[in-house]
């Protein structure tokens, strides 16, 4: 099956600095590829997404970018503001959207 | 349009017990999926219902089992409870044209 790997699971920024979130899949058939954030008691709250036939996909100040052939993929969130603060999951499914998640990665921006 | 709503928020079950969890599916969307989050980690596949039918199982036994009905609300039903399915239970619901998946809020299970 699908596994996905996500990293850092921590990650500090001052507050308008910008945040990356690196992910990796281990399945070539995949072609969608969601992240989503997760505030303390409640579900994941899908943020952006892409697929395969794109490489890169902006919406304000988030962006991500996908690598086929090296199998990742990354979030870039920039001008951090400290509502950034939350924990953000990778994914990836074969649209079927029967997703496999990476491990999180909490983000904090300081003040 | 209304979101994903998941029911109860909070249940305490002790081990060998029997729970079913509920979920609504967002206006529009035919296909539920479940996910079990422990604490700590990233959501993991349960299973996925698509027109009343399972459409597709990750790595949970069967004592882990499910329904939609004809109006896409869907169950999860846990039978033998042991303490580590103590997490939290997530409903997500996509449709077929928009093929993004909304979360529930999500179902807390304590086993004890």
């Known amino acids: 099956g699908e596994n996905v790997e996500q990293h850092p699971s921590t990650l500090s920024v001052q507050e308008g600095d910008s945040a990356v979130i690196k992910c990796t899949y281990s399945?070539?058939?995949?072609?969608?590829f969601p992240w989503y954030k997760q505030e303390l008691g409640k579900g994941p709250q899908l943020i952006i997404d892409?697929?395969?036939?794109?490489g890169e996909k902006k919406d304000q100040r988030i962006a991500v970018t996908l690598n086929k052939t090296a199998k990742h993929f990354s979030l870039h969130i920039t001008e951090t503001q400290p509502e950034d603060s939350a924990v953000y999951f990778c994914?990836?499914?074969?649209?079927?959207?029967?997703?496999?998640f990476g491990a999180g990665t909490t983000v904090t921006v300081r003040a | 349009e209304t979101g994903v709503t998941q029911s109860p928020t909070h249940l305490i079950k002790t081990r060998g017990q029997q729970v079913t969890l509920r979920c609504s599916s967002q206006s529009g969307h035919n296909t539920v999926s479940w996910y079990q989050q422990a604490l700590g980690q990233g959501p993991q596949f349960i299973f996925q219902y698509y027109r009343e039918e399972e459409n597709g199982r990750g790595n949970f036994p069967p004592r882990f089992s499910g329904l939609q009905f004809p109006n896409y609300s869907s169950e999860l039903n846990v039978n033998a409870l042991e303490l580590d399915d103590s997490a939290l239970y997530l409903c997500?619901?996509?449709?077929?044209?928009?093929?993004?998946?909304?979360f529930g809020q999500g179902t807390r299970l304590t086993v004890v």
């Open positions: 399945d070539s058939a995949s072609n969608y």
């Open positions: 892409i697929r395969s036939n794109v």
């Open positions: 994914a990836a499914s074969r649209g079927d959207y029967k997703l496999s």
């Open positions: 997500a619901s996509s449709a077929v044209v928009n093929t993004e998946a909304f």
